[in-house]
């Protein structure tokens, strides 16, 4: 096969319209209930070993290259304590940007949100300067609730 073989444990979490796309696509397969159990080759990729979860039938097919999702860890180590996290570690913000912290400001992928895009980034970004600027002149209006729950009001 020369095309995409995508090995998942269950079911597509991506919306509909994206599902469909890659399940219509005449140069991708999809390997469903599968787990990876061995990558080999000599310099490069050329195999990959792959268990079936439902019937434990193991096959292994050609491959030349192999991309692994892990999922998202927020980087956000560098903030340390007092200021306010999920339990994820990602930041919590107001709709200012504003963290618990006054005058500390969190943007993009570090932000708990809904989505993490390119988009959302740039508009937090603009969000947390004129926040920013609002917090020096003394007129943006805090958070309470926020800055009492990081123990930091
Ligand atoms: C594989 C992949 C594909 C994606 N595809 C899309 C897409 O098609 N469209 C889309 O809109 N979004 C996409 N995204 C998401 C998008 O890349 C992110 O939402 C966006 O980059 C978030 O911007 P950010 O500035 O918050 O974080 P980042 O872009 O991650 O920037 C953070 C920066 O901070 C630096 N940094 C980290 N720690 C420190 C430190 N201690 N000191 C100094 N610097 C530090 C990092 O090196 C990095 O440069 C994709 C993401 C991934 C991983």
Redesign the pocket.
Known sequence: MSGVRSFRRNEFRASKILQERVRSHPKVELVLDSVVEDISGSDIVETVRIRNLKTQALRTVEATGVFIFVGFTP?SG?VKDPIEKDALGYVLTDQNMATSIPGMFA????RKQLT??????VG??TTAAVAAEKHIEGTLRPNPGLAARAGVA
């Open positions: 980087n560098l943007i993009g992928d570090l993490k895009q390119i988009t959302n980034a937090d970004g």
